[in-house]
């Protein structure tokens, strides 16, 4: 019976055209996206929320300290900010290092705007397929099929673009694991830098691609 809230960075009318340019198909969507911000800018929701949910999202924050710290202000005391997070072993981001908490940390206090250049590497170079039963049986792909030299300088100019025109680019930041996932937010308890605390997880399902982590606001 309680009130749901819709927030995305695209209209209705612009999820469903990336969708078809993508030659994606889209189960549903919402008729009415009651909050949008091309870049993802939590600040303009003015209410108050006992559940925030969102899915295959907070991978794609750059500053995941000040994501939970915006999540949190949208949280009344005691709600739920449930969260599907894709498993990097079974994803596209397989060949990726976990993200450490120093990583994060840096982000935070240095307030990145745009996407780091080492994000764009890794997202370029080390580039794994999205095929989680495959991963799960251990076949992972050609490992080296992108480390050549032309595309290592398209990167480069791609994220140089994008700080020449201010432009967001689409991609993976976080690269966790259930267990990886849990210790990044008890650690980042103990530094009190978030009173989200890790409520409860699922861990993720053979022939998935992703994990369930539920955080509660103390």
């Known amino acids: 019976g309680g009130r749901v809230k819709y927030f995305d960075v695209f209209t209705p009318e612009e999820l469903k055209q990336r969708a078809a340019r993508e030659n994606r198909t889209i189960n549903r969507v919402p008729e009415k996206i009651d909050y949008v911000s091309p870049i993802g800018d939590l600040s303009i929701i003015d209410e108050k929320f006992d ?12 500053n995941l300290i000040k994501h939970l710290q915006e999540v949190e202000n949208l949280l ?9 997070i894709p498993d990097k072993r079974y994803c596209l981001d397989h060949l990726k290092p976990e993200t450490s908490l120093p990583d994060l940390l840096a982000r935070y206090f240095e307030d990145v705007k745009f996407r780091p250049l080492f994000d764009c590497m890794k997202d370029s170079l080390l580039f794994a397929h999205n095929n989680s039963v495959m991963h799960w049986f251990g076949m992972h792909g050609d490992t080296n099929a992108r480390m050549t030299p032309e595309n290592l300088e398209a990167t480069r100019k791609r994220h140089r673009e994008s700080l020449e025109q201010g432009k967001y680019i689409d991609m993976h930041s976080l690269h ?16 009190k830098l978030t ?12 022939g998935r691609i992703e994990f369930v982590a539920v955080l509660k606001k103390v």
């Open 176 to 191: 966790v694991s259930p267990r990886s996932f849990e210790r990044i937010i008890n650690d980042l308890n103990k530094l």
């Open 51 to 62: 559940v925030v949910f969102s899915s295959h999202s907070i991978e794609h924050q750059m």
């Open 195 to 206: 009173r989200l605390q890790m409520y409860r997880f699922c861990h993720t399902i053979w």
């Open 76 to 84: 009344n005391d005691g709600g739920l900010f449930v969260l599907v």
